[in-house]
Nanobody, 126 residues
Framework: QVQLVESGGGSVQAGGSLRLSCIVSKDDYPNNCVGWFRQAPGKEREGVASVHTGGGYSLYADSVKGRFTLSRVSAKNTVTLHMDLLKPEDTAMYYC???????????????????WGPGTQVTVSS
């Protein structure tokens, strides 16, 4: 099980920005897939964005393309989700996730994730 520590989140008005950061256990960070998922009340969990820590292959859900961006700081084993132009429909519990590495250098599919952080709430008001 990969250890994941999330921070960030909170409440913001529509059109605003938030950042979510995920610290991955040091031994599990290299050449692995790290991503963010979200789950709104009454809905299934969905993949938001993913990145391969070794090569920066990034993948985004259609609903967040052009608004959300992932960044990596390898020296800190950290992946950050930058969320801009937030909408009320982005309101959800957000979870950092990781696969069990190492992984081949390629796009990271949402279905491949197996470890989850405790989650952090994002609330966007209209």
């Amino acid at each position: 099980q990969v250890q994941l520590v999330e921070s960030g989140g909170g409440s913001v008005q529509a059109g605003g920005s938030l950042r979510l950061s995920c610290i991955v256990s040091k031994d599990d960070y290299p050449n692995n897939c790290v991503g963010w998922f979200r789950q709104a009340p009454g809905k299934e969990r969905e993949g938001v964005a993913s990145v391969h820590t070794g090569g920066g292959y990034s993948l985004y859900a259609d609903s967040v393309k052009g608004r959300f961006t992932l960044s990596r700081v390898s020296a800190k084993n950290t992946v950050t989700l930058h969320m801009d132009l937030l909408k009320p429909e982005d309101t959800a519990m957000y979870y950092c996730a990781a696969t069990t590495g190492p992984r081949d250098l390629q796009y990271c599919k949402f279905a491949d994730f197996t470890s989850w952080g405790p989650g952090t709430q994002v609330t966007v008001s209209s």
